[in-house]
């Protein structure tokens, strides 16, 4: 008997199936799951392309104190302690779930896990599978064991729309398959969509990477948290490719160099150099190209022929757009890449609309403030999937209606890439910004990808400072440290106004 048939109203919808929703619909087995992906499992995922490995506080010579110091160093003030403590203290105990459902994590000659060091981590607490293949070694457990979980029912299914209850809460779902809608009922739902890279025109995200979660839990009237802190990963590998492959940071630790079209190296006279925090590297090169400058990863003399062996998914990702880079320096550029923001939630992974959740990237937990460290997002999806299930209560389903309009109005999404790339990037301003939101307002309210840019954009527009991934030329200093949140009747409010600004 499937999982709908046995218990229907004791379902709980989990939508997407990256890590965040594969772990989310594992942890609550025994209860039914109906798992809603857009794409078969397996594919369309940034989870099966992550590179660099899962942080966790194993070593004899870590704590989880030391990884949430690291944490809360990265995050720029806005990353929460006890967040921070919870996840790191669950890291140990989610790698062995992983290597009990049989993920093959890399191990040193002893057989113990092999730990690797990664920028801003002051200790080694990388764990990693197959050198940079952890994301997709990872996907390949999780999507087996919910395939053999008797409690998890899959169904391939765009989710277009929320449903919800006389009361208010999300009771559900509406799909969208070859066309034909369909809708799923249940007790909760638990959003875990991934992010936003795909509003940028230079990403590392997959395509459907669009933000839908975060317009459909907008439209439920959800609190957003965030919006404006998107990191944009240094080295994405500029060879034409979309999306862009990614060239990690681990090679910069192993000795590669940022060099320009003449071999100068263009951190020169930046504190850290090519090792400095992702979002000053990435501002270098942005900073670097702006000028005219075409700027190259150069791994020939740090790693030369061994490159294939100690990183073979760049290899592989280079010899794709014809690059050896045992010969030939890398291109490269900077590109967005993760999503801080998100729909807020509390300890439980509850939103502020009863019935509803978020898990993963799609999620503002507090964990990553202003800027994420390296290798902690997998970790977060990992242990608030648990922390969702310990806490999911939700009063039985009663009649239902959709959250708000169908929002599918086709748009021309190039431009909408270019206008994020052009106005909300690595380096804004206010008059790009009021830009982007006076262009993207009149398509936001028929067009899911429109509202979530606009929702970033909106968002960054409020936060006059620099503070981590958020850099605004025109406002260099810090004011103190605080949380931006918008809700869909928040930002409706403000509209009018910034549109007369532009
Ligand atoms: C190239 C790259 C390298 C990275 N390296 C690392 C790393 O080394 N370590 C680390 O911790 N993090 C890394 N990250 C970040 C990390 O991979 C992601 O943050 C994490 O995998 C997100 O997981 P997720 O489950 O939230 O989303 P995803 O894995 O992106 O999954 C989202 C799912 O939601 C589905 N979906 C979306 N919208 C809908 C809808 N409307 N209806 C139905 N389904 C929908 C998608 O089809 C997909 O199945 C990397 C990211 C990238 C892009």
Redesign the pocket.
């Known amino acids: 008997m499937n999982a709908l048939a046995r218990n229907p109203a004791d379902r709980v919808v989990v939508?997407?199936?990256?890590?965040?929703?594969?772990a989310t619909a594992l942890r609550l087995a025994p209860r039914p799951v109906t798992l809603?992906?857009?794409?078969p499992?397996g594919?369309?995922?940034?989870?099966?392309?992550?590179?660099?490995?899962?942080?966790a506080a194993l070593g004899a010579d870590d704590a989880p104190e030391l990884h949430v110091a690291d944490t809360l160093a990265a995050g720029a003030g806005l990353s929460e302690r006890d967040v921070a403590l919870r996840v790191a203290a669950a890291g140990p105990g989610l790698i062995a779930w992983l290597v009990a459902l049989g993920v093959p994590f890399d191990r040193g000659a002893g057989g113990a896990l092999a730990l690797g060091l990664e920028a801003a981590h002051c200790r080694r607490r990388i764990v990693r599978s197959g050198g940079d293949a952890?994301?997709a070694r990872v996907?390949e457990g999780l999507v087996r064991a919910v395939q053999a979980a008797p409690s998890v029912e899959v169904v391939a299914?765009?989710?277009?729309d929320l449903l919800r209850d006389g009361n208010g809460a999300v009771a559900g779902v509406v799909?969208e398959r070859d066309g034909a809608g369909f809708r799923i009922p249940a007790r909760a739902v638990v959003l875990?969509?991934?992010?936003v890279?795909a509003l940028y025109a230079a990403t590392?995200?997959?395509r459907?990477?669009?933000g839908?979660?975060l317009a459909?839990a907008a439209r439920a009237g959800a609190t957003l948290r965030d919006m404006e802190f998107v990191q944009f990963?240094p080295t994405a590998i500029a060879a034409g490719a979309d999306?862009m492959?990614?060239a990690?940071e681990a090679l910069r630790g192993e000795g590669a160099r940022l060099v320009d079209e003449q071999g100068a190296p263009v951190m020169a006279g930046v504190d850290g150099g090519d090792l400095a925090p992702r979002d000053v590297v990435a501002r270098g090169i942005f900073q670097a190209l702006a000028r005219g400058r075409t700027v190259f990863l150069d791994t020939r003399e740090a790693l030369g022929d061994r490159v294939a062996a100690r990183f073979p998914t760049v290899a592989a990702l280079c010899a794709r757009v014809g690059i050896d880079p045992a010969r030939q320096a890398i291109p490269v550029r900077p590109a967005a890449?993760?999503h801080m923001g998100g729909v807020k939630v509390d300890a439980r992974g509850a939103s502020s609309v009863p019935g509803l959740y978020a898990?993963?990237?799609?999620a503002s937990t507090g964990l990553h403030g202003a800027n994420r460290l390296?290798?902690?997002?997998?970790?977060?999806?990992l242990a608030f999937a648990g922390f969702i299930a310990d806490g999911l209560e939700a009063a039985p389903a009663g009649p239902v209606h959709p959250a708000g309009p169908s929002a599918r109005a086709e748009i021309d999404h190039a431009a909408l890439r270019a206008l994020m790339e052009a106005r909300v990037g690595v380096v804004r301003d206010a008059a790009g910004i009021r830009e982007a939101v006076a262009r993207l307002a009149p398509v936001a309210e028929t067009n899911d990808a429109a509202l979530t840019a606009l929702l970033v954009a909106r968002s960054a527009l409020g936060r006059q400072e620099s503070r981590g991934a958020h850099w605004r030329s025109d406002f260099g200093g810090q004011q103190a440290p605080r949380h931006s949140e918008i809700t869909l009747g928040a930002l409706a409010e403000t509209l009018p106004a910034a549109e007369a600004l532009s």
């Open positions: 939508v997407g199936g990256g890590v965040a929703g594969l809603v992906s857009a794409e499992l594919l369309g995922t940034a989870t099966g392309w992550a590179q660099g490995g899962i942080a952890t994301g996907l299914a765009r989710v277009t799909c875990a969509t991934g992010g890279g590392t995200n997959p459907g990477a669009t839908r979660g459909l990963h999306p492959p990614l990690t890449h993760y898990c993963g990237e799609v390296a290798s902690n997002s997998l970790l977060e999806a």
